[in-house]
């Protein structure tokens, strides 16, 4: 039955997850407070851990709260479960393409969209910023890199290993 839940709640998180993997984490907030199969804090070490490893986040991240929630199949499934109705779609969406893609309508639903998935992306990272932000020295630390990020233009990886090395030192 687990297995059949977890394919069920990824399969919806992967049908209305349009814009990528940040995407996915509002509907992963949901799933915390639902079942109790993660709580909002592995959450957001769940999304350090997706967001530092190779492959698409949302894919990482299903792998991973699948696996908590029921091992290795339970990764496998989750998995499953959030790239099925992309394939679909894609499938779809690649037949018809062609005939609507001078269509106006096609053109304004897809401008529609955009607003949604920049909402979504900015309530995940509210959220994240909620449970990660404990107090004044994370917040400092969260300042700091926005600015270097901004005026200092360096590699993701380097920000990556910055921040895990001052997390490691200031215990944060």
Partial sequence: MIYFLLFYEFFKIGLFAIGGGLVTVPFLFDLADEYSW??????TDMIAISESTPGPIGVNMAT???FSVAGVWGGII???GLVTPSLIVIIIIARLMDKYSCNMRV???LAGIRPAVLALILFAGIE?????ITNLLSGLV???????I??????PIFYLCVSAILGIVLKL
């Fill in 107 to 109: 053109h304004n639903i």
């Fill in 142 to 148: 969260l300042a700091i890199l926005v600015v270097l």
């Fill in 128 to 132: 994240i910023a909620k449970i990660s």
């Fill in 150 to 155: 901004r005026f200092w233009k360096k590699s």
């Fill in 38 to 43: 993660y709580s909002a804090k592995e959450l």
């Fill in 78 to 80: 989750a998995t499953l």
């Fill in 64 to 66: 991973f709260a699948g």
